[in-house]
């Protein structure tokens, strides 16, 4: 019986936000982000080290432990943004 009243309350929330957005979209307002923009990142504060850090030939494994994140994380912040980079160092454990 519970199971059969939450699925029915799911359909009753999923109708009333399919209209909301229907009527906004009418209204002429955009919904969503748009493509492109660039959001604030947690590595804007150090976007400096990490010029200075590319600059020195670090690696991304290297940045991340420093920043205390992961590498895409900064592969991607460098990509948006246009950071000019050498290639990345790999390191070998041998």
Request: charge should be positive.
């Amino acid at each position: 019986m519970f199971s059969v009243m939450a699925e029915h309350e799911r359909n009753v929330i999923s109708h009333r936000t399919k209209e909301a957005l229907r009527v906004l979209r009418e209204r002429g307002r955009k919904l969503g982000r748009t493509k492109g923009d660039l959001v604030p990142s947690k590595l804007d504060d150090h976007r400096g080290k990490i010029v200075e850090w590319i600059g020195l030939g670090l690696s991304l494994g290297d940045m991340a432990a420093r920043l205390r994140c992961n590498p895409n994380t900064i592969s991607v912040y460098c990509r948006k943004r246009g950071i000019l980079r050498r290639k990345w160092v790999r390191r070998n454990f041998m």
